[in-house]
């Protein structure tokens, strides 16, 4: 991972969607689902809108109050665990949009405020609804039974 | 037990493609395996409809008239008495459900032509297309289909037995829930209380007091759509209609709506099961076919006396609706995201803090409803 580096949303896996500031993201493949507030959520729209990493670092040290490292760092952060999570793939062949447009909508015309970091807030429990390999197991005829053990 | 379901007992081998009308025809390349194994079990459920007789009872459900199409009667209290405060006079059906069970027919499901490919929420892989759906259902043990371009599904139960108690409060959901988002309608995991002016919905998780807040309404005397799933649109507004006319309560909860003992359908479980009330014996005139609506509501349990409500990000309330929603779905995913997405965009969302004086909860919502309060 590097300044150049772009990402994409793993879709079809993932979906999501930013409503009034805060990202809500849905992995349909784990049941793990996800919020960003604020800062995060930009973070989010400049990464799945297929912004540069540095790119990304730029942007949002230009709109916001506070240490450029740290805001690179966090930026960095943010990115590693969306990756992790499978959230975002990194890949070469994505449709850039273009920057300006994307600068357009998130910087914040009000004058700079201070930077808060992003933190990625994580749900598990939809997994009880995704339980039917851990408790059957499928006969010879293809019919699923409960586990006797 | 494996055995004997997975036995065929059926009539003759599936008719030819040739019988078909043109428009199954046209798909048979795309749909050809899932379509003739939908065939089979509609023949079978054909041929227990035959042996047992059949037991027609309609619906309307989210504006469409729905035939649940029976072989003999043993489904009949499992399957409908949550749907009965919709029951409406025989129609032309939008849609019809044919269902049947091997324990009372004696007429064992059709062998199934796969094996081991079960996706996480039961979809059977290879065997859902655009056309066709189909999904093992790992709470009864049963097997729902659906032709969408028919407008006809196939449920088969292996024995009331095997049905557990929440599937009578809830039935069918799977099928609805695929039909309906066909529709531009959306089965969605919520409560939904109200008046005629307008409701709201109540989301969020299990536990999160979707039940204890809509109850309290009920008994309240706002109108009632449904504690658990409701189907809505959009178009032209946000509107929620009633699906189901129970409830489900934790039995420690019970204390608090004693009016409603009297209808609880499983008393002599309680140990075991949640409480299953059918509204409908309570509260006939608070049932309400649907409303529009007004607000979305995430509860939340506080332990502290008062209710309150409060203004929140609509993000929040599209992440109380929208993974229980998807996930307690086969194939729920994208498109479901999507229009939950659109909805919530319209409609203001608010954190119903529920404090222990329940009296205080219709309150505070009749308060938002009217305008007073938020």
Known sequence: MNADTRFRVNTPAVTHEVIDGEAVIINLVTGNYYSLQGEGAEIWSLLAGGLALGAVVDQMTQSYEGDSSAIGNNVLELASQLQQEQLILTGTEIEVPAVADLERRHTNGNGKQSFRAAVLHKFTDMQELLILDPIHEVDAAGWPHKKTS | ?374
């Open chain 2, 1 to 374: 037990m494996a055995a004997q379901e997975d036995v065929l007992t059926r009539p003759q081998p599936l008719a030819t493609m040739n019988a078909q009308p043109t428009d199954v025809l046209s798909s048979v390349a795309n749909d050809g395996r899932p379509l003739a194994f939908f065939h089979e079990m509609h023949q079978v459920f054909q041929f227990a409809a035959a042996s047992s007789g059949t037991v027609d009872r309609y619906y309307r459900l989210g504006g469409y008239v729905v035939r649940l199409s029976f072989a003999g009667d043993a489904l009949l209290p499992v399957f409908c008495s949550a749907l009965s405060h919709l029951a409406t006079a025989s129609a032309q059906p939008d849609l019809t459900i044919c269902l049947w069970d091997s324990g009372s027919t004696g007429v064992r499901r059709p062998a199934v032509p796969w094996r081991e490919h079960y996706a996480v929420r039961g979809e059977v892989e290879g065997y859902n297309t655009e056309r066709i759906y189909t999904v093992f259902d790992h709470e009864s043990f049963g097997l729902s289909m659906l032709d969408s371009a028919r407008n006809l599904a196939v449920l088969w139960a292996a024995d009331t037995e095997r049905i557990p108690y929440w599937i009578k409060g809830a039935p069918l959901r799977t099928i609805l829930h695929w039909w309906m988002g066909g529709r531009g309608k959306q089965l969605v995991h919520s409560a939904a209380v109200g008046t005629s002016a307008g409701g709201v919905l109540l989301v969020g998780k299990g536990g999160s007091g979707k039940s204890t807040a809509a109850l309290a309404s009920l008994e309240a005397g706002l109108l009632y759509a449904g504690d658990d799933y409701v189907i809505v649109s959009d178009d032209p507004r946000p509107c929620a209609f009633s699906l189901y006319n129970s409830a489900k309560v934790a039995p420690d909860r019970l204390a608090a709506f004693p009016g409603l003992a009297a209808y609880i359908d499983n008393a002599e479980r309680l140990d075991a099961e949640k409480a299953l009330l059918f509204i409908r014996g309570a509260h006939a005139k608070q049932l309400s076919a649907g409303f529009p609506l007004s607000a979305v509501l995430v509860p939340r349990v506080t332990g502290l006396r008062n209710t309150i409500i409060r203004k929140a990000p609509r993000a929040a309330s599209l992440a109380a609706l929208a993974p229980s929603t998807i996930f307690g779905h086969p194939r729920g995913g994208e498109a479901e995201f999507r229009f939950l997405a659109k909805l919530v965009k319209r409609l203001p969302a608010y954190v119903l803090e529920c404090g222990t004086d329940l009296t205080q909860i219709p309150q505070a919502i009749t308060d938002l409803l009217s305008g007073k309060s938020a």
